[in-house]
């Protein structure tokens, strides 16, 4: 993987990522952080792929422009919180807190996101473990360790060991979309695939799962517009 420079106007930036599995040339332009990923197989000439995205270019651009603006975590700023909207002020607090629809942060600006990042963890560790054990309770089985990460590409996943990853954003979102990550998860310990059979523990788990598995199609891109 490199890094190379379109001159265009304005110039652009390319991640050059080669994949064995890649059977043609593709360019991607991320909505997350406007990272743009140009993907070669192992064999491709990569002076041809690279004249294919300077024609790409313009079409770059465009991409680019329509990319959802970040929010910094701030002091002012305003965060979803369980899925309600909240404001982040300072406050007599050792770390930060909620407090009558306020998110309440030490008075410490250079600390805030930090505050605020360890905060939405430990929600999220607290609903996760509880939505999990409740779930599988129900189905008579035990998960391992839950691990919390900040991914991209999955809101959670369960490994072969039964060992849970979620993603911490989720803390963010509606209660009803962590609860039904956590039973999609938990179901991976029955079965560990996306069958039938799969989808009707889901069902059983969590009546509904529909709302909530469109909203995280819809909304869950937005999560990643706040920077810690």
Not at 25 to 54: K, N, Y
Not at 90 to 100: D, I, Q
Request: proline share 5%; hydrophobic share 40%; with cysteine.
């Amino acid at each position: 993987m490199g890094r190379v420079v379109l001159k265009s106007d304005p110039s652009i930036e390319i991640t050059l990522r080669r994949s064995p599995r890649a059977k043609r040339i593709s360019l991607r332009v991320s909505e997350l952080d406007g990272r743009v990923t140009l993907t070669v197989s192992r064999a491709s000439d990569v002076s041809r792929a690279l004249d294919f995205a300077e024609e790409k270019s313009e079409w770059i651009h465009r991409q680019l422009s329509r990319r959802i603006p970040p929010i910094e975590v701030r002091v002012g700023a305003t965060i979803p919180v369980g899925g309600r909207q909240t404001v982040i002020e300072p406050g007599p607090v050792r770390k930060a807190a909620l407090e009558n629809g306020i998110l309440v942060v030490p008075h410490r600006p250079d600390m805030v996101a930090a505050h605020v990042k360890a905060f939405l963890k430990i929600s999220a560790r607290s609903e996760y473990t509880e939505a999990c054990r409740r779930y599988s309770d129900r189905l008579s089985l035990r998960f391992g360790r839950i691990t919390l990460r900040d991914t991209r590409s999955r809101w959670g996943s369960c490994s072969s060991r039964g060992d849970l990853m979620f993603s911490w954003r989720l803390a963010m979102a509606p209660r009803d979309v962590l609860d039904y990550v956590a039973a999609h998860e938990v179901a991976h310990l029955a079965e560990m695939n996306h069958s039938s059979e799969f989808w009707a523990i889901v069902a059983r788990l969590c009546p509904g799962y529909e709302g909530p598995r469109a909203w995280l199609r819809v909304d869950g891109r937005a999560l990643h517009r706040y920077r810690f």
